[in-house]
């Protein structure tokens, strides 16, 4: 059984720094991060395949933010930095455990998190 557990979401000032945690359980192939903001769709943020340690970034968030993944740990993470007011939103942890489908796309996922807030405010 997949399972995910987000933490270390909160409140930030522009240009500020979080480090968003996800521990996992169960066998999983890809591993995503995902958004969502208030009266926005839920947004594909980053990725990364468990066997290849290769990601994948959205347009929005390359170079700002990275995914990263301890597999003896069975741990995602994001680390998110110079954050902008437009990151605020609700970041999910998402998992397939198939690999297929636009990786950024949140109906290629079948696994999630409860998610963990970022607000981003001055």
């Known amino acids: 059984q997949v399972r995910l557990v987000e933490s270390g979401g909160g409140s930030v000032q522009p240009g500020g720094s979080l480090t968003l945690t996800c521990v996992t359980s169960?066998?999983?192939?890809?591993k995503a991060w995902f958004r969502q903001s208030p009266g926005k769709e839920r947004e594909g943020v980053a990725a990364?395949?468990?066997?290849?340690?290769?990601?994948w970034y959205a347009r929005s968030t390359k170079g700002r933010f990275t995914i990263a993944q301890d597999n003896a740990k069975n741990t995602v993470y994001l680390h998110l930095r110079r954050l902008e007011p437009e990151d605020t939103g609700l970041y999910f942890c998402?998992?397939?455990?198939?690999?297929?489908?636009?990786?950024?796309?949140?109906?290629?996922?079948?696994?999630w998190g409860q998610g963990t807030q970022v607000t981003v405010s001055s």
């Open positions: 169960g066998y999983i192939d890809t």
């Open positions: 990364i395949r468990t066997a290849s340690d290769s990601p």
């Open positions: 998402a998992a397939n455990q198939r690999g297929t489908g636009d990786i950024l796309d949140p109906n290629s996922y079948t696994y």
